[in-house]
């Protein structure tokens, strides 16, 4: 059984970094197109950024430039860099498998002065 377990969330400023990992545990990262996506209070869940087995990377407009999906096969470990956070990033960000349409528990995400 497949299961992703997020973290890296928190509260940062305006302006800030931050890192979120989605460790993959009962499969081989390797084989499987991941995705992250946001969900903010109020509002349908979103696809924020997409790296699929072959290398291939897609961001939604509002991150291009500022957010980057990576892999660490090794690590069993997915990544997003977000750099430049606005406000408008605020949501819970989750990790999903989309062939095996898993998803992980999500982490907050709070930009706020």
């Known amino acids: 059984q497949v299961q992703l377990v997020e973290s890296g969330g928190g509260l940062v400023q305006p302006g800030g970094s931050l890192r979120l990992s989605c460790e993959v545990s009962?499969?081989?990262?390797?084989?499987?197109?991941m995705s992250w996506y946001r969900q903010a209070p109020g509002k349908q869940r979103e696809l924020v950024a997409l790296?699929?087995?072959?290398?291939?990377?897609n961001y939604v407009d509002s991150v291009k430039g500022r957010f980057t999906i990576s892999r660490d096969n090794a690590k069993a470990t997915v990544y997003l860099q977000m750099n430049s956070l606005k406000p408008e990033d605020t949501a819970v960000y989750y990790c999903?498998?989309?062939?095996?349409?898993?998803w992980g528990q999500g982490t907050q995400v709070t930009v706020s002065s």
């Open positions: 009962g499969g081989i990262l390797s084989f499987y197109s």
């Open positions: 999903h498998a989309n062939l095996l349409d898993i």
């Open positions: 790296s699929t087995a072959s290398g291939f990377t």
